[in-house]
């Protein structure tokens, strides 16, 4: 059986850029992914890449350096990532007082501009002024998720790189050293694993034993057909609820209720967001749910109706657009932007997930991950 230098867990957007940036090291890499129709967080995504999200000197680096790389990703990759510059629009309800809100985003390093109703409506015509009390307007980055994933797969078996539609059951170990995974066909070994599993990285993990600070939500979202309504920016709530609750799931009390192994339902938040794709698809959002059952079954028929009438209310054209309800998990960590490093009681265990605003920095992080595993693994952060 081949040996490989590295296995990844997970062909989201986090395992395929690892996969590509270790395989661009000169290391044998697999990548392992269960599901080949990829009804993952990374192919139901806005796509939106929040440049201006850094809140410190690390994170707003890896901001500057993944804003630089995504205008030359395409070439580099070989294939199209639809990438572009856009607006974000932060919508502020006509209750809210926008001057209040504009506060809570003083911490990043771009800062927002507050614009009122009618200004919002002039840089996107189809938000509707009596719902809003303004919007914050940032400069944003987007490409498309799902093409931009399949550009890093294929750059990456250009390496040589190979993938493997297998899920993995197990993580192999021996004396506090890991040896390899097992999937539902075989067993494959390597003494570096890295998971990026998304939503399900904490059950994984969970399999040897290891419990780190990483969750998830269950995310609903309605996917459109092409159609010739145009929206030109992408447009989100000002105020993120599910960011808040997100926090609040690491207090211990909370914590607790995730190691039940019934669907204990934490918060459910619904947040209305709009993006239009180059091919002129729409993705509507988003019900964001925390339950700690990975596999619970969602009302879809309630969430599209919610969802629909969210969306109508901020931008009325786009409520009835045909389109189906899709669901997935997004990995979070509630004290974190990621959950980047290795697992120290476990030699050769390693984790890249649980991103904030995964787009902006799963790219750069990827590349210092390889620079660490190359140069000096001393770098690499400690998670346990
Ligand atoms: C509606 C919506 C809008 C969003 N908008 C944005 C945005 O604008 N900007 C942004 O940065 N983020 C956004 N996000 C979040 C972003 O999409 C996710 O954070 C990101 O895609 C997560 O990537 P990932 O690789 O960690 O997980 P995923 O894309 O979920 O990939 C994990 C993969 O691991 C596989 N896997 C799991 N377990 C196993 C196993 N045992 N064996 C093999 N394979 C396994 C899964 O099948 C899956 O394919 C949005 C999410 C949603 C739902």
Known sequence: MKNFDWIVVGAGITGATLSYELAKQGLAVLLLEKD?????????????????????NFSTQLCKESREMYHQLSEELGQNTEFRELDLMLTIPIDKDPKTITKNYQKFFIKPQL????????????????????????????????KTNNAYQQAFLRLDGTIKYEEVTQ????????????????????????VCAGGLS???????????????????????????????????PAILNRLDIEEKSGNSELKSLWN????????????????????????????????????????????????????????????????????????????????VGKIDTLTGLHVFSGFTSTFVFAPALAKRFANWVIEDDKKMPSLL
């Open 171 to 194: 993580l192999l170990s021996e004396n506090e050293t890991l040896t390899g995974v097992q999937t539902n066909k075989e067993n494959y070994h390597s003494k570096n694993v890295v």
């Open 36 to 56: 080949s129709n990829y009804t993952n967080a990374t192919r139901y995504s806005y796509g939106g890449i929040a440049y201006w999200s850094g809140t410190d």
């Open 115 to 146: 614009l009122s109703p009618q200004e919002s409506t002039e840089i996107e015509p189809l938000l509707n002024p009596d719902t809003i009390s303004g919007c914050l307007k940032l400069p944003h980055g987007h490409i498309h998720p799902q």
């Open 202 to 236: 904490r059950s994984l993990l969970k399999t040897l034993g290891i419990t780190l600070n990483i969750y998830f939500t269950h995310s609903q979202l309605i996917l459109t057909s092409p159609v010739d309504t145009n929206l030109r920016t992408l447009v989100m």
């Open 260 to 339: 039940r192994p019934n669907d204990e339902i934490i918060s459910n938040v619904m947040e209305p967001g709009a993006i239009q794709f180059l091919d002129g698809r729409f993705c509507l959002g988003q019900i964001s749910q925390i339950r700690t059952n990975p596999y619970t079954k969602l009302d879809s028929k309630s969430a599209e109706k919610t969802i629909r009438q969210g969306v109508g209310k901020v931008l009325p054209e786009l409520q009835e657009l045909p389109g189906k309800l899709h669901h997935c998990l997004v990995a979070f960590c509630p004290d974190s932007n990621f959950l």
